[in-house]
């Protein structure tokens, strides 16, 4: 079984990361968008936001795990076909999606502890508030907040459109790597 990236495949761990990152993003904005319309007395109500803050939590870590193993591990080259701008907009697109991905998820932190409050993950432990109570800034981070999910929402579309093209049309690796070692 291969866990490390080579120089023509992804390993399972790069695989792994990748799909867990995809995965829960998609959910966390399904339960966002799910969770933003529930009445007061609703049973959700209180769960959702907890359960979505507490994923969230978890999702930025697996991210800082999944930027750390990008940096120590070598990445694939691009298969031979790929022009120089597909190279440079695979790049310009990764990098995109990783930048809004933390820009997602540190401001859903601030909105939940604009109140000087920490958050409580899973109930095991609390992460405490890095700003202290702030006033207004649970509204401009929900602002950035709505934005960048939506914005990382489309540009996971619009890369999975390209590693479809990829796979269809080009009939080339690309997506293939990303399916298994």
């Keep these: 079984m291969k866990w490390r990236n080579d120089n023509q495949h ?41 359960l979505h803050r507490s994923i969230g939590l978890t999702l930025f870590a697996v991210a800082v795990v999944r930027l ?8 694939p080259s691009p298969p031979a076909n790929h022009h120089r701008w597909e ?5 310009l697109a990764h990098w995109s999606l ?9 401001s859903g932190y601030l909105i939940s502890t604009a109140d000087g409050a920490g958050i409580a993950v899973f109930g095991l432990f609390d992460v405490p508030s ?7 800034l649970e509204d401009s981070a929900g602002l950035v907040h709505y934005w960048s999910t939506w914005a990382l929402v489309v540009l996971a579309g ?3 459109l390209a ?4 796979h269809f049309i080009d009939r080339d690796a690309t997506l293939k790597r990303m399916l298994r070692p």
């Design 68 to 75: 750390l193993w990008r940096t120590v591990s070598t990445s």
């Design 163 to 166: 590693a479809l093209k990829h």
């Design 158 to 160: 619009l890369h999975a």
């Design 10 to 50: 992804y390993g399972w761990i790069a695989i792994g990361l990748h799909w867990l990152v995809a995965v829960t993003v998609l959910g966390l904005f399904g339960l966002g968008l799910y969770m933003v319309e529930l009445g007061y007395y609703d049973p959700w109500y209180r769960a959702a936001p907890d």
């Design 98 to 106: 990783l930048t809004t991905l933390f820009i997602a998820m540190v």
């Design 87 to 91: 190279r440079l907009g695979a790049r």
């Design 130 to 136: 890095l700003t202290g109570r702030q006033s207004g």
